[in-house]
């Protein structure tokens, strides 16, 4: 998943950092701070879930804006949890490249007091 939407991402000129694991998405934050401006997640992945990966980052950047996607059945449930952590939306894939582009815009344009409840 990670490489398909990293290129679409890059294709419409988004700088794009690809972490194959939770750990080394927040070494990265770790590294490179407030110079990222979205994390986006998949919400099964090993070592810790999307939403375990974003209250992390939260903890190290307090401002960050948020995208999880995921292909599991049990959606409604799923956007329960993302709700609790002040996520508007969860993306379910597979997703259309332009329903993935108004997502990404529309998150990072977002206010990042708005509907957070971290």
């Known amino acids: 998943m990670g490489r398909l939407v990293s290129f679409v991402l890059r294709r419409y000129q988004y700088k794009v950092l690809i972490s194959e694991t ?3 998405a927040l070494e990265h934050l770790r590294a490179e701070g407030s110079r990222i ?3 986006l997640t998949d919400l099964v ?3 810790m ?3 375990a990966l974003i209250r992390e980052a939260i903890k190290l950047q307090p401002t960050l804006k948020f995208l999880v996607m995921t292909g599991t059945f049990a959606f409604k449930d799923i956007q ?6 002040g996520l508007p939306e ?4 597979p997703i259309r490249d332009m329903d993935l582009l108004a997502a ?3 998150a990072l344009n977002a206010n990042p ?3 957070q409840k971290r």
């Open 22 to 24: 939770p750990r080394e």
């Open 37 to 39: 401006n979205l994390l």
């Open 45 to 47: 992945m090993p070592e």
């Open 49 to 51: 879930d999307g939403f």
């Open 80 to 85: 329960a949890q993302a709700a609790d952590l």
């Open 90 to 93: 969860v993306l379910q894939k």
């Open 104 to 106: 990404v815009h529309s």
């Open 113 to 115: 007091s708005a509907g």
